[in-house]
Structures are given as structure tokens and as C-alpha cells.
């Protein structure tokens, strides 16, 4: 079982940064991949970015690619999105999950989540 809890949301301006937290627990968490997906109101849940067990590989949307970074800590359990030059569109709920191998983009694919942090960029 793999406990998430997101933290470091909140509201910014177009164009400022934000850096989100993803603390886990778990026996098998730092071998787990995990993701950063994000719903906004009336929309699909969508992929952000994901990263792998050692943090060697990174996975982006194009939406956000060279605007966002994922990374994770296994030491500290914990996963982070540091997100620049954010855009209205960037306005969701995110959320980090976890599943236990392999790459994926889809949100069915992942079997832990936690509760969301709130995001709001406005102009």
C-alpha cells in the first residue's frame, strides 16, 4: 500500500512558478514509478509528467514540456513538479500517483493516488 499527499499549490500570476510536493509512504514506494496529472473543471484528468523508480528517466506532455520538472527524492520519499512560466491554461487540480513498473501516461494505469492540490493561474 502507498500512501500521497500533494502539497504547494495555490494561486499565481501568468508567467510565475509554483512547486509542488508529493510526500509518499509505502513499503514499495522509491521503487515505484510515479506521475503528476492534473484535472481541470469539465475536463478529462490528463497526464503531466512521470518519472521513473531511479528518477533517470522523465516523461512530459507536450503541453508543458520545458516548463515543468519532475523529480523525485527516494530518500525523502517524496516527489516534486517545479512549474515556470505558467500559463491559465496550467488553472487544475493536480494530483500525484504511483504504480508499482512501467511507463505510463494513462491514469488508469496508475494504482495510487492522493487527494489534489489546487492550482489557479490567473492574468
Known amino acids: 500500500q502507498v500512501q500521497l499527499v500533494e502539497s504547494g499549490g495555490g494561486a499565481v500570476q501568468a508567467g510565475g512558478s509554483l512547486r509542488l510536493s508529493c510526500a509518499a509512504s509505502?513499503?514499495?514506494?522509491?521503487?515505484?514509478?510515479m506521475g503528476w496529472f492534473r484535472q481541470a473543471p469539465g475536463k478529462e484528468r490528463e497526464f503531466v509528467a512521470a518519472?521513473?523508480?531511479?528518477?533517470?528517466?522523465?516523461y512530459y506532455a507536450d503541453s508543458v514540456k520545458g516548463r515543468f520538472t519532475i523529480s523525485r527524492d527516494n530518500a525523502k520519499n517524496t516527489m516534486y513538479l517545479q512549474m515556470n512560466s505558467l500559463k491559465l491554461d496550467d488553472t487544475a487540480d493536480y494530483y500525484c500517483a504511483a504504480k508499482t513498473w512501467g511507463y505510463s501516461d494513462y491514469f488508469g494505469d496508475y494504482d495510487y493516488w492522493g487527494q489534489g492540490t489546487q492550482v489557479t493561474v490567473s492574468s
Open positions: 518519472i521513473s523508480w531511479t528518477g533517470g528517466s522523465t
Open positions: 509505502g513499503r514499495t514506494v522509491s521503487s515505484a514509478v
